[in-house]
């Protein structure tokens, strides 16, 4: 008589034993996922680590960066010769300058600030009730523009190992484009309101003076 068990069954064959034990099967291991350690705030994830006494970037990867911006122009009321003159120009810039660069677009706000302060100031020295009336008109206009209307504006980041070699870039960049594209020199609140804006798609644009 061959005994069976639910739990033990042998099978012979020849020399051969197979047996089939519900014990000796290996559970599955649950698969243990390390998950990522989420960074306490946005100073340990930020490509920016200081401002040096230049005003330059300093980056998390040792390198230095500083913005300048292109001082744009109508480029449809210019003359053919003058258009082709300034291509050329560019041109010899992208050739002459081997170093790497970005170009960066954006829609920056309108700053009307100094034109409100005039109409400000015109309005407590009228007494003219019509006339108070034209420069209140104005002054709404002024703040509507700013609330809806961006002006487009072209910025080129430039990169260094070291801050002398940054500054020796930024001479060369200036001097290659100052016949085309003449560049500016922005303020440290300008440049920061610039990363602001790129770090931040999702939220309104800043202006110089916030």
Known sequence: MVAMNEKNIVKKKGNSTAILDERN??????????????????????????????????????EYMEIIQIETKDIYSLNSFDLNDDINNLANFFTAFTNDIKVVPLNVPLNLEEQKDHIY???????????????????????????HRTNREYFIFIYADEEKKLLEKLHQAKMLLSRSNPTTTLSIEKKTNILFQMLNPNTKPLSESE
């Open 25 to 62: 099967t290996v559970s599955e291991k649950k698969v243990k996922t390390k998950k990522a350690r989420v960074k306490s705030s946005f100073a340990d994830i930020s490509p920016i680590i200081d401002i040096t006494n230049n005003d330059f970037f300093e980056m998390r990867s040792g």
């Open 121 to 147: 100031r015109q309005i407590k020295k009228s007494n003219d009730v019509a006339y108070r009336a034209f420069l209140e008109s104005r002054l709404d206009e002024m703040k509507a523009l700013e609330q």
